[in-house]
């Protein structure tokens, strides 16, 4: 845990995607930080697995994002539970590799809705819950500067978050709520063993990231979940519509 003490105490703070990897990480460093976590995730061991892990302070919830309405019954716990929600980390995401010949439209639709729209509708219905000073902080990801073969639609809904943290920024802002997005580079997840690359495929593009990244390594879920918790706090107070990097460099040099 960071020893910087953020005020974060009694804060109320939804985690999309809080069930593994950048989100479980981010969820674990609120709580340690003394707030109220709510995180969603869909599948049913890893929502059980985070309630073990996260204990009394989270409230772990089930909801497919990429069916917006999903989203009602939990925006309707949280009002119940807390009437209000301080921090919102608009951050479940997928991906599938496909090179352009065999990238089907089914494939669109499916990483559009959840990485899209998913993240689109996390904010609208958080919307009515956030007051001035809250902050909400999108995951976007290096892919959206870098081409990437195989990673083109992917990489697109990526590009379209950077933008969304522009737009709904702009939108906010009137409101005294604060939206950024952070961006990761290539962090140690079960997000790669997801994209439908064979093991050897997958040891590949693991050994070629490793050669590419200046720092030489891939980055750890904690070190994007640090990056997550300065945006989400007063230290960051005159930063809107940005983006963070923690990418060990690899989208800057
Ligand atoms: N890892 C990387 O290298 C990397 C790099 C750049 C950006 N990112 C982005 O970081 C974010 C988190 O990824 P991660 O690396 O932490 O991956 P991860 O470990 O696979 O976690 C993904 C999270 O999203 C949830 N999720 C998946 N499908 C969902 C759906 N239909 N509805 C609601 N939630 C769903 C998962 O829930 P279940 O576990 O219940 O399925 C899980 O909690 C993603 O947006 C990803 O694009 C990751």
Known sequence: MTNINYGFANKVVLITGGTS??????????????????VTGVTATRLEEARTLLG?????????????DSLDAVMAEISK?????????ANAGAGTASPLDQVTEAQIDEQFDLNFKGTF??????????????????????LNTVGTPGLSVLSATKAAIRSLARSLGA?????????NAVSPGPISTPFHGKLGLSDEQLKEVAAGIEASVPLGRFGEASEV???????????????TGDELVVDGGLSQF
């Open 21 to 38: 990897g950048i989100g479980l990480a981010t969820a674990q460093e609120f709580v340690a930080h003394g707030a109220n976590v709510i």
């Open 56 to 68: 009394q302070a989270a409230l772990v919830l089930q909801a497919d994002l990429r069916k917006p």
């Open 81 to 89: 539970r807390f009437g209000r929600l301080d921090v919102v980390f």
């Open 121 to 142: 509708f996390t904010v609208q219905k958080a919307a009515p819950l956030l007051s001035k000073g809250s902050s909400v902080i999108l995951t976007t990801s290096f």
């Open 171 to 179: 939108e906010l802002a009137p409101r005294g709520i604060r939206v």
């Open 225 to 239: 979940a640090k990056a997550v918790l300065f945006l989400a706090s007063d230290q960051a107070s005159f930063i």
